[in-house]
């Protein structure tokens, strides 16, 4: 946070609602713009409940073939999203591009060992037992963490 509490990326206070959904679309990327978020949010000290990696973003970050200290500086030093874009470019080969889109389409849950697993994380899963894939899981979640009547089950899983 800088001088006076103002925070560098206001958009990015993931304390007071979710990144933006798995789904959007950004520099020819789904998860790009969600990760882009939760990264200026790391930055700032707003992240709340949510991690860069693990996770699909990690998964993303790497496939990308980037490290998180990377990406991170890359998110610092840019001024907008389609600065990040540009420095993504340079970095990557934008060639597999789809691939890894498709990777992140089909990432799921891979059984009822790793349901069982996720379930501490995700306890919205205990109402959508039928959910597998992790764009639904993930928008269903984001919905389901910011709502008023579940604030005791979201302290209660972040907190495993």
Do not use: C
């Not at 990690?58 to 389609?82: C, H, K, M, P, Q």
């Not at 691939?99 to 069982?116: C, K, Q």
């Amino acid at each position: 946070m800088s001088a006076g509490g103002v925070l560098p990326y206001p958009e990015a206070d993931l304390r007071v609602h979710p990144p933006r959904s798995p789904r959007e679309m950004l520099g020819g990327l789904y998860f790009l713009a969600r990760t882009i978020d939760k990264t200026r949010a790391k930055l700032q000290g707003t992240l709340g409940f949510y991690k860069v990696s693990p996770g699909l973003s990690g998964y993303l970050i790497e496939w990308l073939g980037l490290n998180e200290d990377e990406f991170t500086e890359g998110v610092r030093n840019a001024r907008s999203d389609d600065d990040v874009v540009t420095w993504l470019l340079a970095r990557s080969d934008e060639g597999i591009f789809d691939s890894i889109n498709d990777r992140l389409r089909e990432r799921g849950i891979r059984d009822d060992e790793h349901f069982a697993q996720v379930l501490p994380r995700y306890p919205v899963l205990r109402d959508y037992p039928h959910l597998r894939n992790w764009f639904e899981i993930l928008d269903l979640d984001d919905r389901w963490s910011f709502d008023p009547a579940n604030t005791e089950k979201v302290a209660a899983a972040a907190a495993s």
